[in-house]
């Protein structure tokens, strides 16, 4: 029976359940609004030009079916492997694998390229302090938070991340009032028409608009330390609706103040913006703002990191000890291990600083995607083996249900199709990343298995 508590939930005991709903959301929210949006949306804009609105559109819509599916899963299972757990339980051990091990390399990875941004927003205030040091100082800070309680965590991300969110959204205001009263001139087709780049430009820049709203499936991972069951289903929707209105708010105001062909990855398009209002005071908090976000994003993904390698070292698939929890009830070694990302970016910040960020991004990209389509396909899975008895006394149900997760399935396997394919590097990438993991999970799975 697919709802029966499962042993994944059992192996996860002694995690401390303090998380609300709201806490759970800001983590989601913390992970995903980072350098994603800040940053990403840069490459993105430069990419497809104005018509980069319909590709938010399309991730927006990807990214509501993966909700939906976890949101259904986690309310049956709660679990800090979340996505893992759920394609262990409906798909099979190997992909199970595959998808907690990739996510967890690539998150942790990423954590690299919050901690690269945030070294690059500060040379705004400090252009002759190095990058290095910024990113130990703050390393250190994050390692601090996440060795404290989950419910000290979950209040400081809370905040933490409320901050960027609600200036992102007084900056949405802002931008739509200045486009309203005629102040700036809309610029969605003076530099070339909506589509500059061509009619097919808005599908390619499609993977930027998925790295940005990669942590919706966040929330799944915060229900292994849920307050109560109950808090699922409303933190799920709440997560994907900020996320929505946040992002589709901010991409088209974005594009409506700023020309797209006066973008780049070097500085948030959200300074550049301020700027050309000159508007220098708001410029300087604005950047304060995206170093929060990008902190924020660097913290939840630190936390979202060493649950996995918790939750992997509790089922077997990673050495025991990775699944000891200390008195504050914090995995410290999963936490410690989590980290590898930071002295990646350090190694990345020296050897090549202008393009850190997006060899950094790249990389993480694989792992994130893979965990939309397990978590799809486990959701497909799982839904089929239910009677329409067993769906109506589910405690949250997907608007969208079986078809809504296969035809979300489809889609984001093109995206994946179209990353591996779009060039050799990321080709070769792949192969030797994905190879890598087969050949672990081979060597760990008669361990896991006894």
Not at 7 to 33: D, F, R, W, Y
Not at 359 to 387: C, D, E, K, P, Q
Request: charged fraction near 10%; aromatic fraction near 12%.
């Amino acid at each position: 029976m697919p709802l029966a508590p499962s042993a994944p939930e059992i192996q996860e005991k002694g995690l401390h359940h303090q998380l609300t709903a709201g806490q759970m959301t800001m983590v989601a929210v913390g992970g995903s609004i980072g350098t994603g949006l800040l940053l990403g949306s840069a490459a993105a804009l430069e990419m497809a030009g104005p018509s980069v609105i319909l590709s938010y559109i399309v991730a927006a819509f990807l990214a509501y079916t993966v909700a939906m599916a976890l949101g259904e899963l986690a309310s049956m299972h709660p679990a800090a492997g979340s996505f893992g757990v759920y394609g262990e339980l409906y798909l099979n051990q190997y992909l199970g694998f595959l998808c907690r091990a990739a996510y967890w390399a690539a998150i942790a990875f990423s954590i690299g390229a919050e901690l690269v941004a945030s070294a690059a927003y500060m040379t705004y205030w400090f252009p002759t302090v190095r990058g290095e040091v910024w990113v130990f100082v703050f390393s250190a800070l994050l390692l601090i938070v996440n060795l404290r309680n989950v419910g000290s965590f979950g209040r400081f991300e809370f905040w933490f991340a409320m901050i960027k969110f609600a200036t992102i959204a007084a900056f949405i205001l802002a931008g739509a009032a200045l486009l309203l009263t005629g102040r700036v001139a809309p610029q969605y087709t003076a530099q070339g028409g909506f589509l500059p780049k061509g009619p097919i430009a808005p599908l390619l820049a499609v993977f930027w608009a998925i790295y940005a709203f990669g942590g919706v499936e966040m929330v799944a991972v915060t229900t292994g330390e849920s307050r109560s069951s109950k808090d699922i289903p409303r933190a799920t929707r709440l997560t994907f609706l900020l996320l929505a209105g946040i992002y589709l708010g901010a991409i088209t105001v974005l594009v409506g103040v700023m020309p797209w062909n006066h973008t780049g990855v070097s500085e948030s398009p959200f300074v550049s913006v301020l700027r050309l209002a000159k508007v220098p005071a708001a410029a300087y908090f604005m950047n304060f703002v995206v170093l929060t976000a990008a902190l924020s994003g660097a913290n939840a993904k630190l936390y979202v990191a060493s649950r996995l390698l918790f939750s992997m070292g509790r089922s077997g698939w990673a050495p025991a000890r990775v699944g000891q929890l200390n008195a504050a009830g914090s995995p410290r070694l999963a936490l410690l291990v989590s980290s590898y990302g930071i002295i990646t970016a350090l190694i990345i910040e020296n050897w090549a600083p202008k393009q850190a960020f997006l060899y950094i991004m790249g990389a993480a990209f694989s792992g994130l995607i893979l965990s939309w389509v397990i978590s799809l396909a486990a959701h497909v899975s799982f839904r089929w083996r239910l009677t329409p008895q067993q769906v109506a006394a589910m405690p949250m149900r997907s608007p969208l249900g079986i078809w809504g997760s296969l035809f979300g399935f489809v889609l984001v396997s093109i995206a994946v199709i179209h990353t591996l394919f779009s060039s050799r590097v990321n080709q070769i990438g792949g192969f030797v990343f994905f190879s890598a993991l087969t050949i672990a999970y081979f060597l760990l799975k008669p361990r896991s298995s006894s």
